[in-house]
Nanobody
Framework: QVQLVESGGGLVQAGGSLRLSCAASGTPFSIDVMAWYRQPPGKERELVAF???????KYSESVLGRFTISRDNAKKSVYLQMNSLKSEDTAVYYC???????????WGQGTQVTVSS
């Protein structure tokens, strides 16, 4: 059973930084796509950034230039470095992983990020 465990959320002042981490366990296979989503209060879940096995990345326009996604394939882990945080970045952040052959993508449990203005 594949499990994703997140860490690194918390409370930070506007302009500050946080780093989120997510590690997968329970699979011997490499993971194609790793991504971060977020769900602000009262809103739909949205894509923040993704990175594929080749290192190609894509970001939401709202975080471009402030957030950086990276991965460690040997550790089956994905990271999100968040700088210059704004109050509108407040949300529950979820990591997401998928690969061909999996019937379903997998999600982390979510970690709360709160940015105070």
């Amino acid at each position: 059973q594949v499990q994703l465990v997140e860490s690194g959320g918390g409370l930070v002042q506007a302009g500050g930084s946080l780093r989120l981490s997510c590690a997968a366990s329970g699979t011997p296979f490499s993971i194609d796509v790793m991504a971060w989503y977020r769900q602000p209060p009262g809103k739909e879940r949205e894509l923040v950034a993704f990175i594929n096995l080749g290192g190609h990345t894509k970001y939401s326009e709202s975080v471009l230039g402030r957030f950086t996604i990276s991965r460690d394939n040997a550790k089956k882990s994905v990271y999100l470095q968040m700088n210059s945080l704004k109050s509108e970045d407040t949300a529950v952040y979820y990591c997401h992983m998928r690969r061909p052959g999996w019937n379903t993508p997998y999600w982390g449990q979510g970690t709360q990020v709160t940015v105070s203005s």
